[in-house]
């Protein structure tokens, strides 16, 4: 099993945690937390609440980090976890990605796996519906 | 041929905020700014390849980044006599004083991102500010660099210096270099003076009227207080001072009215000078007497 941190400007990680819940069941917080970083937060205090919250969730099978915006705070400072854990970081975080989450999760236990199946769905997951009406293959 | 900065837009733009490259300068700054050049002033920041490379991968595709120590003042020179848009980072105002102390020359200075810490003053959500943080502010407009406190391009500036020659005509220079100097009262000045509240049907000429209030709130002169007294005494052309025990601030800057320290029972002298001073004077004895409420 792979444990998941949600890690987001504001709630937006912890909302889009309980939004998937409700629509493919929830993960229990063993396995998916959320880590809000506020405004007001330095660097280090948000490095500390991540850290925190990838040890509460931490497997054998490492961790997945889900940041809302590549470029953004939380997603540097969780990158800088890459390089000594077993712990992995995909950006731009989604609901689509949430709800492919849960199925994927029993599906693969390998980090790297899990996180570029994530990332493809996520990216599949973001569409201009009007080029799927056209039938516009390049652009859908 | 590098592009000229956009008219109307400062360049080089220099900023503080301990996130360095991060969503809200890559999304919002170098859009606002029209920067094709982002240097990163952090000693710290240069040494971090990972950080390094995120940010490379984060900013717009036609906007050059550059790395260089805050106190380099000679790679900064070079990297600012471009000509094209650039927009600056520091970490803290520490790392802005040592680039100054250096020799780099910082007209204005955004301040858009200091965490919350023990013993910080909180001056919008993104901005804490530490005793040393103003001690350092201090110096620096010492040597002329003006502060604009804001986090994000649309958010109004929070002007903490109002007093300052360049955004008050009516502030006389003696009493802004008084307060600049250290906050004590600037001598008496060449205007009638009447004590008191304002009396219907006073002539507008400029006058200096002196009068006291006394803190009642419970808990004191408190920060959300001083924000409101500071907006409601900007409303006036007149340069206004309170003060406690004969240290005198300004009253249009939050930051000099929370040094007061005004807990509940504290009496302070208000002195307002200029056109409307009589109604600055009874709007403040209004405010405190109303235990701080705002009036329509």
């Known amino acids: 099993m792979i444990g998941i941190v949600v890690v987001s400007h504001g709630r937006l990680g912890q909302v889009l945690l309980e939004t998937a819940a409700e629509i493919v069941g929830p993960l229990p917080t063993s396995v998916a937390v959320s880590v809000a970083v506020a405004r007001s937060q330095s660097v280090e205090d948000i490095g500390q609440d991540i850290r925190r919250a990838v040890a509460a969730v931490d497997q054998p099978d490492g961790v997945l980090i889900l940041a809302d915006a590549f470029g953004g705070t939380a997603a540097n400072i969780a990158s800088e976890l890459v390089l000594n854990q077993k712990v992995d970081v995909v950006t731009g975080c989604n609901l689509p990605m949430l709800l492919k989450l849960k199925s994927a999760l029993v599906e693969t236990s390998d980090l790297t796996t899990l996180a570029r199946c994530l990332k493809d769905y996520a990216q599949r997951n973001v569409v201009v519906a009007s080029d799927i009406l056209r039938g516009d293959a390049k652009h859908a | ?296």
């Open chain 2, 1 to 296: 041929m590098p592009e000229p900065p956009p008219p109307g837009l400062p360049s080089p733009f220099f900023r503080v905020d301990a996130r360095l490259v991060h969503s809200a300068v890559t999304n919002a700054w170098i859009p606002h700014l029209q920067a094709k050049r982002l240097v990163v002033a952090s000693e710290r920041f240069m040494h971090n390849p990972l950080r390094r490379a995120l940010a490379a991968h984060s900013i717009p595709e036609d906007v050059k980044l550059f790395f260089v120590r805050e106190d380099d003042a000679t790679s900064l020179g070079t990297l600012l006599a471009s000509g094209e848009a650039t927009l600056v980072l520091f970490e803290t105002l520490a790392a802005v004083s040592r680039a100054v102390e250096a020799g780099v020359d910082i007209g204005a200075l955004n301040l858009g991102h200091v965490p919350a810490g023990p013993h910080r003053t909180p001056i919008c959500p993104a901005v804490h500010l530490a005793p040393s943080d103003f001690v350092l502010i201090d110096r620096l407009k010492a040597r002329g660099v003006s502060i604009d406190v804001r986090t994000l391009p649309d958010d109004g500036t929070l002007d903490l210096w109002p007093l300052a020659p360049s955004s008050s005509a009516e502030s006389s220079e003696e009493g802004a270099a008084a307060i600049e100097s250290g906050g004590f009262l600037p001598p008496p000045a060449d205007v009638p003076v009447s004590s008191g509240s304002a009396r219907v049907g006073e002539p507008e000429m400029p006058r200096r009227v002196e009068s006291s209030v006394t803190v009642v709130n419970e808990r004191g002169l408190h920060l959300r207080v001083a924000h409101m007294l500071a907006q409601l005494v900007s409303r006036f052309r007149s340069s206004v001072l309170l003060g406690r025990d004969g240290r005198f601030v300004n009253a249009k800057s939050l930051l000099g009215l929370t040094t007061l320290g005004a807990a509940r029972g504290v009496k302070l002298s208000v002195i307002a000078e200029g056109v409307d001073a009589s109604k600055a004077v009874a709007e403040i004895e209004r405010f405190f007497s109303s235990d701080f409420e705002v009036s329509a």
